[in-house]
């Protein structure tokens, strides 16, 4: 049964920390604007973080705009640099949020439970979206993002309402441009080879939940529902 939009969740502690883990175009940013929207938590995603230091041209988005135009990783302290000052702006204690694109390589994970332990703090749950490789090609080509919200479209499964234009804020979509065939190919690399190892360590921590990427959004989003539901105090 697919279910409706739903309004924010009841009883869902307002501290609630989760990960999305996940290849590139698994779906982690359009889960993470769902789980987001119903649990009333903070939207973290180290992508969009760096995406924005490139379009004011800081010297972080410019290392990052190359590293990232070739599929590999951005170095972990400009990462844990970035993470650690936005922690702090956020409010720190007592605030939920969804990590989406970190960690993604175990150095990353120790270094977040470090920190978060220092803290007297845990991630309560980690759900990492399982989508075969030939899928995500075909996904990512046709993907269209908001550069003012974050929200992600597929021009074929999820079209905006107007042709070009965010549902939200009628922004103009745009392309991203490591979205290239080639560019796939070597992100999918880099995540079977550094971001997989990360899926272990939460698995060895009992925190590891699968979810099938491969169906639609909205099934998708109703796996996830019935694990938020699990989470209720
Ligand atoms: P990042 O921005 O995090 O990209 P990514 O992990 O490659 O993931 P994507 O944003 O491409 O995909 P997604 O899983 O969010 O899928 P989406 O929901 O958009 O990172 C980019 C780069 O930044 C990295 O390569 C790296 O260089 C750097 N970086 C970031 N974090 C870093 C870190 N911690 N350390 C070091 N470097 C870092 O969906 C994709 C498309 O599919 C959309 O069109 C969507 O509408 C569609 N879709 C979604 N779900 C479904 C579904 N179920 N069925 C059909 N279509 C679907």
Known sequence: MLIAERPTMTNLRSDLRLILLGPPGSGKGTQAQYICRVCDVGHVSTGDLLRRNTQKGTELGKTAAEIMKAGELVPDELIHEMLAALYERSGGEGVG?????????????QALEEYLTERGQSIHKVLLLELADDAIVGRLVHRRTCPKCGKSYHLKASPPKVEGRCDEDGTKLVWRPDDTEDVIRNRLATYHKQTEPVAEFYRKRGLLASIDAA??????????TVLLESLKS
């Open 97 to 109: 949020f969804v990590l989406d694109g970190f960690p993604r390589a175990e150095s990353q994970a």
């Open 215 to 224: 169906r639609p959004i909205d099934e998708v989003r109703e796996q996830i």
